[in-house]
């Protein structure tokens, strides 16, 4: 079982930044791929990005690309994601996932993952 808590939600105003965080209860295997999604009102989760191995391999969806940033501190078990730059289309509750959960699912689909997150809400105003 893997559990993971999400962190450092919050309101910001456009142009701002937010550094989110995401804790793995597991320390003892490698629970990638992992990723960050954002699911807005009324819309379908979105993928957001994602990182393959320990090696890096980073993606991301052409809506971050270049303001959002991944990263994974193996030392601390704890998933980031730097969101730079916000704009108030960013509001959402953002979960992170891990452990793929079906291999034909790009890392980006949230059917690629098994374990989530209980999400964190980010709100960007104009």
């Known amino acids: 079982q893997v559990h993971l808590v999400e962190s450092g939600g919050g309101s910001v105003q456009a142009g701002g930044s937010l550094r989110l965080s995401c804790a793995n209860s597991?320390?003892?295997?490698?629970?990638?791929?992992m990723g960050w999604f954002r699911q807005a009102p009324g819309k379908e989760r979105e993928g957001l990005a994602g990182?393959?191995?320990?090696?890096?391999?980073?993606v991301y969806a052409d809506s971050v690309k270049g303001r959002f940033t991944i990263s994974h501190d193996s030392a601390k078990n704890t998933l980031f994601l730097q969101l730079n730059s916000l704009k108030p289309e960013d509001t959402g509750m953002y979960y992170c996932?891990?452990?793929?959960?079906?291999?034909?699912?790009?890392?980006?689909?949230?059917?690629?993952?098994?374990?989530w997150g209980q999400g964190t809400q980010v709100t960007v105003s104009s």
């Open positions: 996932a891990a452990v793929r959960a079906n291999f034909d699912a790009d890392i980006l689909d949230s059917a690629a993952y098994k374990y």
């Open positions: 597991v320390t003892t295997y490698s629970t990638y791929p």
């Open positions: 990182i393959r191995n320990g090696g890096g391999g980073a």
